[in-house]
């Protein structure tokens, strides 16, 4: 079956950089685009970013564009999250999630997730 | 880039009750549109997707409707395992927003 694990959270001071991993299995990876989506103490989701299959594009939410970057290596089935300038505003649990699409519409959903890592900006 | 809004941001409910939960988009979202239920130390699970369309597996007191601008969600008879919180997510184009989430509460 689908398995996400993600992987490098911890606890980073502001201004600092951190890059999170996500391991997949169970499924042909390549094939798949896959999100990052966050959640912040006591806050909602947030989605965070998108890397198609392979890796020809890369698209972010505005609160992090241009901080954070998005990429994979289809060669280790790994997903990545690239954060530098990290504020506490992005103290979040962090989940990977893949893209699944309904027929071809076009219409893609989130059907399987990782657990989630907890990532901490904090002096 | 699209906005969704839903409403209530939160409701008391008992079990049993029907419980409807409304999501907006600040423009046309087609039927470009996925419901998720979120739980306190779990994963988020998706319920709809394609704003009507029942993810296999899940209870069939969960339903969809809506396109364009405006969609619900519908649980017809809460079940205690139902509290929650629930959020929608537009999937047109980037920026995929997500709702601020309804959370369902016991009454």
């Known amino acids: 079956q689908v398995q996400l694990v993600e992987s490098g959270g911890g606890v980073v001071q502001p201004g600092r950089s951190l890059r999170l991993s996500c391991a997949a299995s169970?499924?042909?990876?390549?094939?798949?685009?896959m999100h990052w989506v966050r959640q912040a103490p006591g806050k909602g989701l947030e989605w965070v970013a998108v890397?198609?299959?392979?890796?020809?594009?890369?698209y972010y939410a505005d609160s992090v564009k241009g901080r954070f970057t998005i990429s994979r290596d289809n060669s280790k089935n790994t997903l990545y999250l690239q954060m530098n300038s990290l504020n506490p505003e992005d103290t979040a649990v962090y989940y990977c999630?893949?893209?699944?699409?309904?027929?071809?519409?076009?219409?893609?959903?989130?059907?399987?997730w990782g657990q989630g890592t907890l990532v901490t900006v904090s002096s | 880039d699209i906005q969704m809004t839903q409403s209530p941001s939160s409701l008391s409910a008992s079990v049993g009750d029907r419980v409807t939960i409304t999501c907006r988009a600040s423009?046309?979202?087609?039927?470009?549109l996925n419901w998720y239920q979120h739980k306190p130390g779990t994963v988020p699970k998706l319920l709809i997707y394609?704003?009507?369309h029942l993810r296999s597996g899940v209870p069939s007191r969960f339903s969809g409707s809506g396109s364009g601008t405006e969609f619900t969600l519908t649980i017809s008879g809460l079940q205690p395992e139902d509290f929650a919180t629930y959020y929608c997510?537009?999937?047109?184009?980037?920026?995929?927003?997500f709702g601020q989430g309804t959370s369902v509460e016991i009454k």
């Open positions: 999630a893949k893209g699944d699409y309904y027929d071809n519409s076009g219409i893609e959903y989130l059907q399987d």
């Open positions: 169970g499924f042909t990876f390549s094939t798949y685009g």
């Open positions: 890397i198609p299959f392979d890796g020809s594009n890369q």
């Open positions: 423009q046309s979202i087609a039927n470009y």
């Open positions: 394609a704003a009507s």
């Open positions: 997510q537009h999937i047109l184009r980037t920026p995929f927003t």
